[in-house]
């Protein structure tokens, strides 16, 4: 660590705010595409565990669709450190359809974080999987639950629509290197959510740029919406 991370480390450390607990990080898969990429992406999920987070959640955009496979089992290889997750559109409904069905048998009501199928690997990283499409299926699934008379339309609420969803737990920080727009990622849950937008590049993001983020988080007064 050099001189001037150690310093920033001393501010977090110091602060009155407290850190964030889900941290979201959003790339593209031309980041992926340069010469380090993967290692970039384990060293910051290390940086996120070691300054606070208790999860960490990656969102790999695509507009190459053909790319996800490759993607994916790249991302499975990966050396992360700790246990995680990878999800692309092809298995995102089976796996959260395995999670709700064993959820509904433990007799807790379910949702993708319910300790199977991987429910509680501390890090989760999604492909091409876009918040549109992601919030279509769920109201096809409570669509599908209502015809069957499973479910009452007049009481569907908020949890209902979340339980739906891969990965339903809401980010503290969301961190998008290279430009200041979001991309198609998590609609329904990054809603209250601090965005932190840095013109760093992935290729360039170093252990500073993460503290730099986590620093910005500690000094806002969120207002969830208020």
């Known amino acids: 660590m050099g001189l001037y991370d150690a ?3 001393v501010r977090h450390r110091l602060h009155d705010g407290d850190p964030p607990e889900h941290v979201a990080i959003v790339i ?3 980041d992926l595409l340069v010469d380090g990429a ?3 992406l384990a060293e910051a999920l290390g940086w996120a565990l070691e300054y606070g987070a208790e999860r960490v959640t990656v969102s790999v955009s695509v507009l190459d669709e ?3 496979p490759t993607l994916a089992r790249e991302l499975r290889r990966l050396d992360a450190p700790a246990p995680f997750v990878v999800r692309g559109p092809d298995d995102a409904d089976v796996e959260r359809s395995v999670d709700r069905e064993a959820g509904s048998a433990d007799g807790d009501g379910g949702g993708a974080d319910d300790g199977t199928a991987d429910g509680d690997a501390p890090i989760r990283i999604t492909v091409g999987l876009g918040g549109k499409a992601e919030f279509a299926a769920a109201v096809r699934e409570i669509a ?3 015809d069957a008379g499973a479910l009452d339309p007049a009481a569907i609420d908020a949890d209902d629509v979340a339980d739906r969803l891969v990965f339903p737990e809401e980010p503290d920080l969301v961190i998008k290197t290279g430009a200041e727009r979001l991309s198609d990622f998590a609609i329904w849950q990054s809603v209250y959510a601090e ?3 840095t013109d760093v590049n ?3 993001f170093r252990r500073r740029d993460y503290l730099r983020a986590v620093l910005d988080f500690q000094d806002r007064q969120r ?3 208020r």
């Open 7 to 9: 310093y920033l480390a």
């Open 144 to 146: 599908s639950d209502v």
């Open 202 to 204: 992935w290729r360039d």
């Open 38 to 40: 993967f290692d970039t």
């Open 223 to 225: 207002r969830f919406g």
């Open 28 to 30: 593209t898969e031309r």
């Open 195 to 197: 965005l932190y937008f």
């Open 66 to 68: 053909s790319v996800v």
